[in-house]
């Protein structure tokens, strides 16, 4: 299984980006999807952006609302992350994640990370 996370980039403050992050390889079954990010600097803990259910509830962290929007299409197997009014401190690597069953049969879920899309707000 394998997670592949795109759209990241430098934008100016209020700009807006899409991220998207498509899951392959064995997959029998996908639960909640998610963005996390971890901000440049030693110390920084890598932080949950927003999650989305299977069935499409949606979480945020309170510094994102209302310019955040997370969206899954299951057929593809791919998550996004539209993000608006972007400010210098939404800097950082973002990551995808995915609780995804990997083996035929089983109902066994697992945790699967992007490898990080570098997104940067100029001032």
């Known amino acids: 299984v394998q997670l592949q996370a795109s759209g990241g980039g430098l934008v100016q403050t209020g700009g807006s980006l899409r991220l998207s992050c498509v899951a392959s390889g064995s997959i029998f079954g996908i639960n909640d999807m998610g963005w996390y990010r971890q901000a440049p600097g030693s110390g920084k803990q890598r932080e949950s952006v927003?999650?989305?259910?299977?069935?499409?509830?949606?979480n945020y962290a309170d510094s994102v609302k209302g310019r955040f929007t997370i969206s899954r299409d299951n057929a593809k197997n791919t998550v996004y992350l539209q993000m608006n009014s972007l400010k210098p401190e939404d800097t950082a690597i973002y990551y995808c994640k995915a609780l995804i069953n990997p083996t035929r049969g089983a109902f066994l879920y697992y945790n699967y990370w992007g490898q990080g899309t570098q997104v940067t707000v100029s001032s």
């Open positions: 927003a999650t989305i259910t299977n069935g499409g509830i949606t």
